[in-house]
Each structure stands twice: as structure tokens, then as C-alpha cells.
């Protein structure tokens, strides 16, 4: 288990009834990608992203019907039990829509703003300052999400005339990642000028390549204390967006840097929204510092396995998994803690079977047709049959482990 060397130092930010720093757990945001206008459509992704393990939901405030429609969203999350607080995300012009539709910044649980825009000139400290107070005036934390791609480029282009007059041979990139940091902090005292506390606010400075964001976050950690917010700007998709996150929060997760992360992946069209989640839980898990939900280890495959019945049965475990885990985290106590093998083959299939909490090996190319089963290390059984057979008789184990190794949690009382 990779232990990060030293936590940086953070002032803890009550988000809901989540706490973001401050020694708290390391938190999983995600944000929806539906029309905020609709309500029912934008609540039912917020659930579904908290039920994959989302811990915080962003959702985008852009118009005045987006607006009106956040206290509909929040009701009907509450009225199914999703209790992630609700985040929203203005630019451009959040200091009107917060101003005008008290509801919506009265049912938001915090607000994300965006320094590079929010107005030119005067109006930028004037209209940041606004949103500022309306959430001090409401009791709600707000973000200072900087961002490479929208960063005030008055400092920007008075830090490059900087570099030219004083010679001091800085790249553009590291111009632009310094301007990130002094925009951030620059802001974080606009906003307690304005009354914000230090406990009301977190900061962000998201870029989309792994070692620039890996620099501003090391840069923002020595001259802040405020919570930080981790990801890239834009991930991309697929393989590119799991390996390019992974590999720059990783590196600062380990450094003790970042309180809460989102994973901001492309899905594919149609693609699920909750890939983001499972991967930002995935990469918490990886480095042992949360744990969300059983791990499923499966056999990548080789010449020996030239059935694809381990590869089935792997992803049909670990989708059985999903579904069940909103209802086995309210019901079970640690059973995030589980851990299954599904192998392909006596290589190594026994061996990473009794590693796990639950596991099976299957019989690789011309291996005798059986699949023992071990759990907690010791042969339980063997199994044979057609693949359906064989799914449903591990899937039964696997209930069956559940319920009588974890606790039942009590309910809580009135």
C-alpha cells in the first residue's frame, strides 16, 4: 500500500455534509453533462453519479432556467436518498444569476467560480466580489477554479512583457503555469476581503498535461493552506484520459497533495458519465488511500486461455458488483473491503484465488473442464457447467460471503 509521505497542510471546507481537507478523506466529485434546465434528467445523473460513488455532483448554472431549476434538482435528489452535496458551476455570468434567483444559490451547497470569467478590468474584482458575498450571505463555500484555458490574460501578457524586459528566460508554459498559481491566490484574497472565511473556500488550477499540472500543484501546496481540488482540465478519452489522469494525480496524491479529484474523461457518444467515478475511486483504491468497493482481479489472458470465459465472467462479477454496492455500503458494514479473482488458468489462477477474499479459477487450454473455488484461502468447492451455470453458482457465493462476514449497520435513529 503506498502511504503519501506527508499530507499537505489544509484548513478543513464543509461542503453539505461532506468535508473537503483538514485531514478529511480524500473526496470524489463528478459533474453531470445534461441540460441543468432539465430537472428530472439532470437529478436522475446526479443520483445515478453518487450511487457510482460520487461524493460531490457538479452540475452547470449558465442560464436563468438552469437556475430555476436547481431547487427542483436538489429536492428530487434528496427525496431518493442521494445526499452528495450540489455543486454550481457559473461563468461569465453567475453574479446575476446568483443575485436574481435567491433559491437557486440558497439550494446550492457550494459555488464554483472561475476567475478568468468572470469580467474584464474593474468589473472582474467587482462581479467576483459579488458572487463572493451572496455566498457569504447564504453560508456557502465557494471553488476559485483557475483554468489554463480561460486564465486572465491581462496577467498573463504583463507576466510575458515581465519575462522580456527582465530577460529572464522563462518559457511560455511556465509563465502561463505561474500566472495559474498567482491568479489562484490572488483571488483566494479578493474572496476573504470580501468576508469569505478561509474555511469557505478551496482552490483549483486545472491544466490538461500531467507535468504542468503536477508543477502548479507543487508551486500552490508550499503558499497555500486552502483545500485543493485536483484534475486536468480535460482529460480526453478512453485509455488517453484514464492513464494521463492517473499518472499526474497520482504523483501528487502519493506527495500528500489534493483533498478532493475528479477524473474529467470524454465518454464515448452515449457513453456512461459514470466511467469518470469509477475511476477516480479506482485511483484512490490503487494507492490505498480510500476504498469504495470490492476489487475484482482478472487474468489479462495468454495462450493458455483461449476461451473468453474468464473474460465473460470477470466483467459480469465486476457489473454485479455495481449494481449491488448502493445498496450493500447502506446494508453491510466494510464490505468495500471484499476482494474477488476471476483466473483464466492454473498458472497462476490458485494462487490469486486464495489471495482473495472470494476466488475462482478457470480451466485454461486443454485443462481438465473444473473450477475450483477458494475462499478466504481454502478450497470451498468446484464448480462445472456452462458458463451461465457457472456465473450464477459465483454470484451466489458471493452473496453468501456478504451476508454473513460483514455486519448488518444499524439504522440510524430519529
Known sequence: MI??????????????????????????????MTDTADAAGTARQCIELWEAGSEMVRVTVNVPDAAKAVPEIKQRMRDAGCTAPLIGDFHYNGHLLLTRDPACAAALDKYRINPGNVGTGTRRDEQFTTICRVAMDHGKPVRIGVNGGSLNQELVMAKMQENTDRGLGKTSEEIVNEC???????????????????????????????????????????????????????????????????????????????????????????????????????????????????????????????????????????????????RWKLEY????????????????????????????????????????????????????????????????LVDGYVERTYPKRVPATA
Open 3 to 32: 502511504q503519501p509521505t506527508v499530507r499537505h497542510r489544509t484548513v478543513g471546507v464543509k461542503v453539505g455534509p461532506v468535508q473537503v481537507g483538514g485531514g478529511a478523506p480524500i473526496v470524489v466529485q463528478s459533474m453531470t
Open 180 to 326: 495559474m498559481v498567482i491568479s489562484a491566490l490572488e483571488s483566494t484574497a479578493l474572496a476573504l476581503e470580501a468576508g469569505l472565511r478561509t474555511d469557505q473556500i478551496i482552490i483549483s488550477c486545472k491544466v490538461s498535461r500531467p507535468s504542468h499540472l503536477i508543477q502548479v500543484y507543487r508551486a500552490l501546496a508550499r503558499q497555500t493552506t486552502q483545500p485543493l481540488h485536483l484534475g486536468l482540465t480535460e482529460a480526453g478519452m478512453g485509455t488517453k484520459g484514464l492513464v494521463w489522469s492517473a499518472s499526474a494525480m497520482g504523483v501528487l496524491l502519493e506527495q500528500g497533495i489534493g483533498d478532493t479529484i475528479r477524473v474529467s474523461l470524454t465518454p464515448r457518444p452515449g457513453g456512461d458519465r459514470r466511467e469518470e467515478v469509477y475511476a477516480a475511486c479506482e485511483l484512490l483504491q490503487a494507492l490505498g488511500l480510500r476504498t469504495f468497493a470490492p476489487s475484482v482481479t482478472a487474468c489479462p489472458g495468454c495462450g493458455r486461455t483461449t476461451s473468453s470465459t474468464f473474460q465473460e465472467l470477470a466483467e459480469r462479477v465486476q457489473q454485479y458488483i455495481r449494481e449491488q454496492m448502493p
Open 333 to 396: 458494514e466494510g464490505v468495500e473491503s471484499l476482494t474477488l479473482a476471476v483466473m483464466g488458468c492454473i498458472v497462476n489462477g490458485p494462487g490469486e484465488s486464495k489471495a482473495a477474499n472470494i476466488g475462482i479459477s478457470l480451466p485454461g487450454t486443454g485443462e481438465a473442464p473444473q473450477c475450483p473455488v477458494f475462499i478466504d484461502g481454502v478450497h470451498e468447492t468446484t464448480l462445472r457447467g456452462t458458463y451461465e451455470e457457472l456465473a450464477a453458482a459465483f454470484q451466489a
